[in-house]
Structure formats: structure tokens, C-alpha cells
């Protein structure tokens, strides 16, 4: 099979297209290198990519459709995988506009290309962000998702309503993956477990957001691509998806395994919680257990003591 992943040398695109490509699979990678975090992570996430016979990385921005529109002229596609996208709850109140343009207009360009081109496959990253301030919990995919708290789940609860009515009008096969705070090796170093690891082991301070007892539904990443590779053997009709660890940890015990895995002490700077934070998010993931086949297997002390192992290597520490 011959895939488009967007996003490819992101931190879940890279590890998805290294799956793929041990799969057999030939792939096209897109991706931008925007300055959202140095995109010297990303270029280290595709080098070793780069020698295999299977992999072409384009660098491109999904807003450009006549690059996208020149993209699928050359290449045939057997499925779309879109991770491209502007990421981040508090970001996005910042830059509102922006995180539209990219994650609704550039989500709608890449479906309207599937559908001139005939691919029957689309799968579509989407984030546990779109429930919100959910008081029940687990979060079911049937819990109304009508009261996004950032223009970043806004636009993402956006992607999956435009993806609905292309497989509505046209009959694309979609899946849109609701992926709960992704981390492992090679996480963006904006992300909670990195830059408290980041923190941790320069002797810093680590910002903790109201009390600690915030809780977090933390997957690793071999768990999402697991996930994200049966939902793309299992495409058909139109599905939304829950992937994620099924467990939480609070903010303050996450913190706590982090200092322990360094053998440091963690420092604490209080700050109050910030606008776009919720005070838990937890998946319930049986739909994706029943018609995926999904088994996460990574609990959150292996996951942060496999994440440290990486950020040591990464980093030369003893």
C-alpha cells in the first residue's frame, strides 16, 4: 500500500511512518517544519527515514493546495493519514486565526483532494481536547462534544464534522482518532512529561497549574500507533475513536514518577490553573477495543521510565 501521512516527521508522524515502512509499505510524508517548536526535532525524527527506498518526504504546507494539488497528481494514494496540524490547548487562544486556517481549511483542502482522487481511505487526528470541561467520566465518543473551552478543540471537533459530511455526500471512508495526551521518545519538548523531564534534570523549577490533583489520561506512543495502524486496516463507513491508556495519574504524582525516574528531587513553582486547562481527561476506549481491537499495554510507569531512558540517551546523562 502506498500512503500520504501530513505531519509525517511530527513526533506521532515519524514513529507512525517508521511502523509502516517495517510493514512493507511505501510512504509520502508531508510536513511543513514550522516554528512551532525548533524544527530541528522533526528533521532528526525523519533522518534515519530517509534511507529507506519507500520514504519520500515532501516539505510542504497543507494551506499551499497548489503544492498538495501537484502531491496527489504525481503519487497514488491508498489511504490519507492527516497529523498535520496546529497543536496546543493554550496556544491556540493566542493565535486563534492561525490554528483555523491550518486545521480547518487545510483538514477540508486534503478531504476535497481524496475525494477528486478516489482515495477511499481518510484518517483524521483528532484530540481528547474536543470534550471540554467533560465532568463524565470516562469519556465516551456518544458524550456531547458541543462546548469546546479553546479554539485549538474548536478546530479539531471542526476537522471531524467537515470529515462526516465528505463521507456523507461521497462515501469516503473515515476514521477520526481522538488521541489522549500522546507521549514516548521523541516527544515534542512543549509537552507536559518533556519539559518536566527538561526542568527536572537542569535543577530548574517545574511550573505545576493550580493544586496537582489535575489528572491526565497519559498513552504512549507504540499504544497510538498501535491504534492508529488498526484503524487504518479497519476503515470503512464513518467512526470516531477514543485511543488512549484508560487510566489517569494526577499532575503532582506525574511530576513525583518524573523526579524518581531521574533519582532528582523536583522543584515546585505554584501557578494557577490556566484558561483552556480541564481537570481531567480519561478515555474510555471499549468501542475502539470491540471493532479495533485495540489493547493498550504501556502503563504510565513504564511509559515515563522508557521516556527517561530516551531523554537520558538523547541528552548524554548518566
Avoid at 489522549?180 to 519538548?189: K, S
Amino acid at each position: 500500500m502506498n500512503y500520504l501521512v501530513t505531519g509525517g516527521a511530527g513526533f506521532i508522524g515519524s514513529h507512525l511512518c517508521e511502523r509502516l515502512l517495517a510493514q512493507g509499505h511505501t510512504l509520502v510524508a508531508v510536513d511543513n517544519f514550522n516554528d512551532y517548536y525548533d524544527p530541528r526535532f522533526k528533521r532528526r525524527n525523519v533522518e534515519p527515514l530517509l534511507q529507506s527506498r519507500g520514504f519520500t518526504l515532501i516539505e510542504a504546507d497543507i494551506l499551499d493546495l497548489e503544492r498538495l494539488q501537484q502531491i496527489f497528481s504525481k503519487h497514488s494514494f491508498d489511504a490519507v493519514i492527516h497529523l498535520a496540524a496546529r497543536a496546543g490547548v493554550r496556544p491556540s487562544i493566542a493565535k486563534p486565526l492561525l490554528y483555523e486556517q491550518v486545521n480547518v481549511l487545510g483538514t477540508m483542502q486534503l478531504l476535497e483532494l481524496a475525494r477528486q482522487h478516489e482515495i477511499p481511505k481518510f484518517i483524521f487526528g483528532s484530540t481528547s481536547s474536543v470534550y471540554g470541561d467533560n465532568r463524565k467520566v470516562p469519556f465516551s465518543e456518544d458524550d456531547a462534544v458541543d462546548n469546546p473551552i479553546s479554539p485549538y478543540a474548536a478546530t479539531k471537533k471542526a476537522g471531524e464534522l467537515i470529515a462526516y459530511t465528505y463521507h456523507r455526500l461521497h462515501g469516503l471512508k473515515v476514521s477520526c482518532l481522538r488521541f489522549f495526551t500522546v507521549y514516548g521518545p521523541r516527544q515534542r519538548p512543549d509537552m507536559a512529561i518533556h519539559k518536566f523531564t527538561q526542568l527536572i534534570a537542569a535543577g530548574q523549577k517545574v511550573p505545576m497549574f493550580g493544586d496537582g490533583t489535575t489528572k491526565r489520561d497519559y498513552t504512549f506512543i507504540t499504544d497510538i500507533i498501535d491504534g492508529v495502524c488498526l484503524a487504518l486496516a479497519h476503515c470503512s463507513s464513518y467512526h470516531i475513536y477514543n485511543l488512549g491508556e484508560s487510566r489517569t495519574i494526577e499532575l503532582r504524582s506525574l511530576i513525583d514518577l518524573i523526579a524518581k525516574n531521574l533519582d532528582m528531587e523536583a522543584r515546585i513553582e505554584r501557578l494557577p490553573l490556566q484558561p483552556g486547562d480541564v481537570p481531567i481527561t480519561y478515555a474510555d476506549v471499549t468501542r475502539a477495543q470491540r471493532e479495533l481491537g485495540y489493547q493498550p499495554s504501556t502503563n504510565i510507569e513504564q511509559g515515563v521510565r522508557l521516556f527517561v531512558e530516551w531523554f537520558k540517551e538523547a541528552h548524554r546523562l548518566k
